[in-house]
């Protein structure tokens, strides 16, 4: 369970999220919805502890454990899991060296010891079919030369491979044709477990359609204005933003 | 001259000694780089190819030389592992200066190829060595070539006759051995005749814990047709100097790849000139630096297009970490008349700590209009953004880092063309980014 208390946040001196509270029970799909701006990606960005981001007050707690002290590598262990809005080419490091790096870290957190090669690259066959990635993957550098789809199917394909309990899909789906938002929804949905949770962070109705969110949240100006059920996608699909920058 | 004196009072008083644990032929042009060396002294860093390397302050401490050619007890197969399994290679052993001629490879050369030492070849085969020694190395202008033609008693030769192509590499292991502070002075000599092929593969180790000074100066040439692959790998430790000048010279249609990767060091100076005198010659030029504490690499490069019709391609990328210095001058001069010359050079730098430093120097001076040539470079830091990404899916900190240091490096790598080498160098380097390679792993006394 994710427990946001009383968030205030700020980059560069400048304060982005002004008191949030927010909380994440297992099994539950959270989107969050607002304008550009309205703080989104920077509340994403602190629970997984971007070094740019400053927690000015209120705190973060992830199954009990204080998620802001922790390194991000930490809080990927204990599990949780950021879908980049822009995923980082890196070019020279491949896909292969990539998962087997983060798979066997986490392996030693949990005491286990690194996954046998076979093992690897059956897992690494398995999961990418759930995107449908092919098999020059393994061998590509991570996210370099990658179409805005492939990369948004990477990270899905990252997450299938780590199994987060939480993840946070930061607008995965801009940038994506139909398609694209199919297999990336459809792959996202085949990960699910009744205890794994999420945060979907989006501007449109549509790929909400597909994850059906249990809660949906309108952040407005760094502040949580309103919380509802899945028809508030569709207030917001009709109406704009206005209605709740209105009711704040 | 205050660093200089004690070398020129060594060369007045030991002339004969010198003379005497050498060959004629070595010893020809002594008194003529003893008066250049007067003359000259050491370079300076007003100088515009010694700008990063203080010379004479490597050369101030008082080293023991070896001059009576006194044999220092060594069996460098039981001190030396090689560090590259998997390459089956014709192993060769340089101690010192000395070429190690107790236990040579069992497999057989082709036949008229000849891999010894330079003095006995200078006394054996005279017909090969006189008209390539010191034709390429000359003491007139450098001050290195000419104290290194002054003392210099013996080295290597390798000698591939026409069309003749060595299938398998030579491996040259260069080992630095004394129980004194010591200075080497070494020379190399390779010919490789028209159409001739071969692989040759040099590593520098120095095994005893002391302060050692190793002066080289190689004379390469590649004759019509000839292709030479020249690989240099260095892993010597923290308290080793060495000075390194390369002169290769490239006939019509001939290629050469020089690989110089530094691994472990102290204070490292690599000249290398390359001149195409013969058209459709082609050179490619690598070089690969991982230094940290405070070692010193510096690599200072020429290629020479006196012809048309060549091509020539350098890449050189550093790795600099702790209290580093990195340099990297790398000229390239397209003479009048060498027409439709291709040139291209890349200097890349990661300098990953706010102490370390990097002088990168790309140089194109072209003097003919139908050229394709160009240049740059590059010193950058760690990508903060892909570190975070990496550590948001579990990577810890040191292992992101050094997984962008190994994929920066590894382009360098993949330009090797000697697959086995190529594993292995891989594999040397990602433990040297692990530091689990404090020092060399070929040298028993290192462990």
């Given at each position: 369970m994710l427990e946001i208390k009383d968030l205030h946040a700020s980059i560069n001196g400048k304060e982005i999220l002004k008191g949030i509270d927010l909380t994440v029970r297992d099994g539950e799909v959270h989107a969050l919805m607002g304008q550009n701006g309205a703080g989104k990606s920077t509340l994403s960005n602190i629970i997984v502890g971007?070094?740019?981001?400053?927690?000015t007050e209120g705190s973060i707690t992830f199954n009990g454990q204080?998620?802001?002290?922790?390194?991000p590598e930490d809080r990927a262990h204990a599990g949780i899991f950021l879908s980049f809005q822009q995923p980082v080419e890196i070019p020279g490091v491949s896909m292969n060296n990539f998962m087997r790096a983060a798979l066997n870290a986490k392996r030693k957190v949990q005491g286990?010891?690194?996954?046998?090669a076979t093992e690897f690259l059956k897992l690494m066959r398995e999961r990418r079919k759930i995107v449908e990635l092919?098999?020059?993957?393994?061998?590509?550098?991570?996210?370099?030369?990658?179409?805005g789809g492939e990369k948004k199917r990477n990270e899905i394909f990252q997450m299938a491979m780590l199994e987060p309990t939480f993840a946070i899909l930061?607008?995965?789906?801009?940038?994506?044709?139909v398609d694209a938002l199919r297999i990336v929804a459809e792959g996202f949905n085949k990960l699910r477990k009744p205890e794994t949770s999420a945060l979907v962070i989006t501007h449109y109705q549509r790929l909400l359609d597909y994850l059906q969110p249990d809660i949906i949240h309108v952040l407005i100006n760094g502040r949580i204005v309103h919380t509802g059920g899945p028809e508030v996608a569709t207030l917001i699909e009709q109406g704009g933003f206005d209605q709740f920058i209105k009711e704040s | 001259m205050s660093v200089e004196k004690q070398y020129i009072e060594l060369y007045e008083q030991c002339r004969a000694m010198v003379n005497e644990h050498s060959a004629a032929l070595l010893n020809e042009p002594r008194d003529k780089a003893y008066e250049d060396f007067c003359r000259l002294g050491f370079p300076t860093q007003k100088q515009e190819r010694y700008k990063y390397t203080n010379v004479a302050e490597a050369f101030a401490p008082d080293y023991g030389l070896n001059l009576r050619h006194i044999e220092i007890p060594v069996n460098p197969y039981e001190v030396f592992r090689c560090d590259?399994?998997?390459?089956s290679t014709s192993l060769y052993f340089v101690v010192n200066d000395r070429f190690y001629d107790k236990v040579l490879p069992k497999v057989s050369l082709p036949e008229g190829v000849l891999v010894m030492s330079l003095a006995e070849a200078a006394k054996d085969h005279p017909e090969l060595v006189a008209g390539h020694y010191g034709r390429l190395a000359r003491s007139r202008k450098d001050g290195l070539n000419a104290l290194n033609t002054m003392f210099c008693q013996d080295g290597l030769f390798i000698y591939v006759p026409r069309h003749?192509?060595?299938?398998r590499p030579l491996q040259i292991i260069n080992i630095l051995r004394a129980d004194v502070d010591l200075m080497v002075n070494r020379r190399v000599l390779i010919v490789v005749e028209e159409g001739a092929e071969a692989k040759v593969l040099f590593c520098d180790h120095a095994i005893d814990d002391h302060q050692f000074l190793a002066t080289q100066v190689s004379e390469v040439y590649v004759g019509e047709n000839a292709h030479l692959e020249l690989y240099e790998l260095e892993e010597t430790h923290v308290k080793n100097h060495r000075f390194s000048n390369m002169y290769v010279d490239q006939q019509r249609s001939s290629t050469t790849t020089i690989d110089s990767i530094t691994l472990h060091n102290g204070l490292t100076r690599n000249r290398t000139d390359v001149t195409l005198?013969?058209?459709y010659a082609e050179t490619r030029m690598f070089g690969c630096v991982v230094a940290d504490k405070q070692q010193h690499v510096d690599n200072n490069t020429l290629i020479d297009?006196?012809?048309?019709?060549c091509q020539s391609t350098e890449l050189y990328k550093y790795v600099l970490d702790g209290e580093a210095v990195g340099a990297f001058a790398g000229r390239v001069l397209v003479r009048e008349?060498?027409?439709k010359t291709t040139s291209q050079e890349t200097n890349a730098n990661l300098v990953?700590?706010?102490?370390a430093h990097m002088y990168t120097q790309p140089m194109l001076e072209i003097y003919a209009d139908d050229v394709k040539c160009s240049h740059g470079s590059t010193i950058g830091q760690l990508n903060e953004q892909a570190l975070f990404y990496m550590r948001q899916r579990g990577i810890p900190l040191d292992e992101a880092r050094m997984l962008l240091k190994f994929a920066f490096a590894g382009e360098v790598l993949d330009s090797i063309c000697l697959e086995p080498l190529r594993d292995r160098l891989h594999y040397l380097v990602e433990k040297r980014f692990r530091g689990e390679l404090s020092k060399c792993e070929g040298c028993k006394l290192c462990k």
């Open positions: 971007h070094p740019a981001y400053e927690v204080n998620l802001l002290a922790m390194a286990q010891d690194p996954i046998p092919d098999n020059k993957l393994a061998n590509r550098s991570v996210n370099e030369g990658f179409s930061d607008e995965t789906d801009s940038g994506l044709d | 590259v399994p998997n390459l003749t192509v060595l299938e005198n013969g058209e297009h006196r012809v048309p019709n008349g060498a027409q990953a700590t706010d102490t």
